[in-house]
């Protein structure tokens, strides 16, 4: 996936690269959000309900394998999982592979929605945290900008717990989606990626009585009884529903549909480079499967393809 060549988009994806950096700092090798993740490999088994929404290839073959990166929030790779504040939203990123060469990502995180709309105003909301220390008098610069952005407030004041294990817990794409049948019936949707276990969280006291990579290692223990199961599912838009903002959640009763089972067998090891090589897409590209007018997901892309060159060029792969 090459960087763009519009001037204007190169500039605001180095403007969003330089706001995490000044936020979290620069760790070489690693991600400048969710910077520290685990990587496990395993396979997807669509439903037959998948191939009647889309001609996507995944949603149509019998299986196709996947990776699938869990992360912490932070951009720093030794942030602890059970850091209220930096740690949370957690990640969930599928990579399937469709082929040589051939492949189509998720990214969606512990979160149903997103704090604003569009990416200047990202980088307006993480400068705000980066100047609001615990030295800064009131009104701190994030208070000022929640104050002025609802949403943004609505995402910050959403309760995050800290789950029992990464496979405990629900995960939500950004962005929403357009699905193209057979017949080429177009409808929005958008991912969810749930839990097979089903959701499990510890109270503030459990979280902090646990050790600081109590969630990888978790994963460790819990591959060693099985493979681990995530559902892959669909909420459906209905007409009228906001497509191109990602602020907005659509009402809770729209329908929503099962495409399949993730199952998880392996961790990929730290240093295998295949893993860490990896820059996911927010965009699917590919037949089936094609992006809403959401005014995040170019510029998201364009940060990770440019944030992605930098991380395997400063770690050699």
Not at 69 to 94: E, K, L, T
Not at 152 to 163: Q, R
Not at 235 to 257: F, I, K, L, N, S
Request: hydrophobic letters at 40%.
């Amino acid at each position: 996936m090459p960087l763009p060549t519009d001037e204007k988009r190169l500039a605001l994806a180095k403007e969003v690269t330089k706001a995490f950096d000044d936020l979290h700092g620069v760790f070489p090798g690693h991600r400048p959000a969710h910077a520290k993740g685990k990587i496990l490999a395993g396979s997807f088994t669509p439903t037959a309900e998948a191939a009647k929404l889309s001609v996507a290839a995944h949603f149509n073959a019998a299986s196709t394998p996947v990776f699938l990166r869990f992360s912490d929030f932070a951009g720093v790779p030794m942030v602890a999982d059970n850091d209220p504040n930096q740690s949370s939203p957690r990640g969930c990123a599928v990579r399937f592979q469709l082929g040589d060469h051939q492949h189509t990502d998720i990214v969606a995180h512990s979160t149903d929605g997103f704090p604003v709309r569009t990416a200047p105003e990202f980088v307006e909301f993480l400068t705000a945290l980066r100047l609001s220390g615990p030295d800064v008098p009131s009104p701190k610069p994030i208070e000022v900008f929640l104050g002025s952005h609802p949403k943004a407030l609505a995402f910050v004041t959403t309760p995050k717990p800290i789950p029992t294990s990464f496979a405990r817990e629900s995960y939500f794409s950004v962005s929403a989606f357009q699905f193209i049948d057979a017949a080429g019936v177009r409808r929005f949707v958008r991912y969810r990626i749930l839990p097979d276990a089903g959701n499990d969280y510890l109270s503030a006291e459990q979280a902090a009585a646990k050790g600081p990579n109590f969630l990888m290692e978790e994963l460790d223990s819990r591959l060693a009884s099985g493979p681990i199961k995530m559902q892959l599912w669909v909420q459906m838009g209905a007409e009228g529903d906001v497509t191109d903002d990602a602020t907005v959640q659509w009402p809770a009763d729209r329908p929503q549909v099962l495409l399949g089972v993730i199952a998880l067998t392996t961790t990929v090891p730290a240093d295998d480079k295949e893993g860490r090589r990896i820059i996911f897409d927010p965009i699917p590209r590919l037949a089936g499967i094609e992006p809403s007018a959401d005014p995040l997901l170019e510029p998201r892309a364009d940060v990770y393809v440019m944030t992605g060159k930098r991380r395997r060029e400063q770690d050699g792969v």
